[in-house]
């Protein structure tokens, strides 16, 4: 047990992720300031229904899944990371001023979707570039790393925006102002990493089907599961809305996904550690009984404390699973492929993403909130069974 130990302090997280992890920190404080309130400013401000948020929240979504595979693909050809990295999160901070300003559901939904396409630019030549500096030894704790400062910025920002709830009164608008800062230190710090030279040159990216089939079957089996998952968790979103819906004040909203986002935030380092020395599998099948948990105590909610306990085991469960997903993907990708590989396995998650965050709005409006998390708890478990089958790849042999 001594050697594995020893092995992995002589392979520290390469500097390069921690500077990814750092300006991933400051945009999801200031993206977060921004989620924590938004469900709340579309309905109650500007007469949104629960359909509408869902549609919003899964096509924004899906978008920037779908952008991840021309992203990628996009980073393999030209064999450059950083560019593109640099657009996403420049986007991202150029238009969170626009959220503010925002006096109709189209003008919001034009700024989420222009900020969820910024992800979904930077997103897949992030990973990629995570892997291309890496030693496969400690990949799992490198994107375990990653994911954790992005969530201890998305602990932040809700924390930071009922701060400001309550120093301006609750007034929703200039709280969402102050979200335009942490964009941009972000992209300043962004400007200052140094992308390494790719070894293998040039890719040609394998977006025909005869080419995607070179990504395996290993990759096929993830593809699957990973939609899977997407389509048993629905858009946050949901959260914020069943807080307000069992009466917790409105300058507190964000309290539920700062819980979340702990809880997240202290789960994704470990995993992803435990990851390069375990069964990933196991770790997906403990995240999804997380999920099911979160889902049975908001199906149960009549007050805040259960949507708190709900909001906290839904944060296990992302630490759980994201940064392990995403190190399984390593493990099978292609090298030359890997800026495809991420983007395909989030096109495929996107899709069912908008499918599962459609399908909660609708329920929620047409059946209640209890329906909405129970199906929810459903898909979870089946999930769950599926795990062992189609789990069984990505681990990236040491």
């Known amino acids: 047990m001594a050697r594995p130990t020893s092995r992995f302090r002589r392979l520290p997280v ?23 309130l938004l469900p709340v400013l579309l309905v109650q401000g500007l007469g949104a229904s629960m359909l509408a948020i869902g549609l919003i929240e899964g096509a ?51 700024a989420r979707l222009l900020d969820r ?24 704790a490198a ?3 990653r994911q954790s400062m992005d969530t201890v910025g998305a602990v932040l920002g809700p924390l930071l925006a009922m701060a400001l709830m309550w120093l301006h009164a609750g007034d929703i608008r200039t709280v969402l102002w102050w979200a335009v800062l942490p964009g941009a230190v972000a992209v300043l710090l962004l400007l200052r990493l140094r992308e390494p030279p790719r070894q293998h040159g040039r890719a040609t990216p394998p977006l025909t089907r005869p080419g995607l089939a070179r990504l395996g079957s290993g990759f096929a089996r993830l593809a699957v599961l990973g939609a899977l998952f997407s389509l048993a968790r629905f858009s946050e979103a949901f959260l914020i809305l069943r807080a307000t819906d ?14 979340m986002s702990l809880a997240y935030a202290a789960t994704a380092y470990p995993a992803g550690r435990l990851a390069d020395r375990m069964p990933p599998a196991m770790l997906l099948a403990g995240g999804m009984v997380m999920l099911a948990l979160a889902d049975l105590a908001l199906v149960l909610a009549n007050d805040a404390t259960w949507v708190l306990v709900g909001a906290a085991l839904w944060g296990l469960h992302l630490g759980l699973t994201q940064g392990v997903l995403a190190s399984m993907v390593a493990g099978v990708a292609p090298e030359q492929h890997r800026g495809t590989a991420f983007g395909v396995f989030n096109l495929v998650s996107g899709v069912a993403l908008l499918a599962a965050s459609v399908l909660a709005g609708w329920l929620w409006d047409s059946a209640g909130p209890a329906w909405t998390f129970g ?24």
Request: charged share 10%; aromatic share 6%; hydrophobic share 55%.
């Open 246 to 259: 069992v009466g917790l004040a409105l300058a507190y909203v964000p309290l539920v996904l700062a819980l």
């Open 375 to 398: 199906v929810g708890a459903g898909l979870s478990l089946l999930t769950l069974l599926l795990i062992p089958v189609l789990g069984s790849g990505g681990k990236r042999p040491p």
């Open 60 to 110: 924004a979504e899906s978008l920037a899944m779908v952008v991840k595979v021309f992203s990628g693909y996009l980073s393999d050809a030209v064999g450059r990371r950083k560019p593109l990295v640099l657009l996403g999160y420049g986007l991202a901070a150029v238009v969170k001023p626009v959220f503010p300003l925002a006096d109709s559901v189209a003008t919001v939904t034009l």
């Open 14 to 36: 390469p500097p390069t992720v921690w500077t990814l992890g750092f300006v991933s920190l400051f945009t999801d404080m200031g993206s977060e300031m921004v989620h924590a």
């Open 117 to 140: 396409l910024g992800k979904g630019i930077r997103g897949a030549p992030r990973d990629a570039l995570v892997v291309d500096v890496t030693p496969p030894a400690v990949m799992g």
């Open 143 to 145: 994107f375990g790393l």
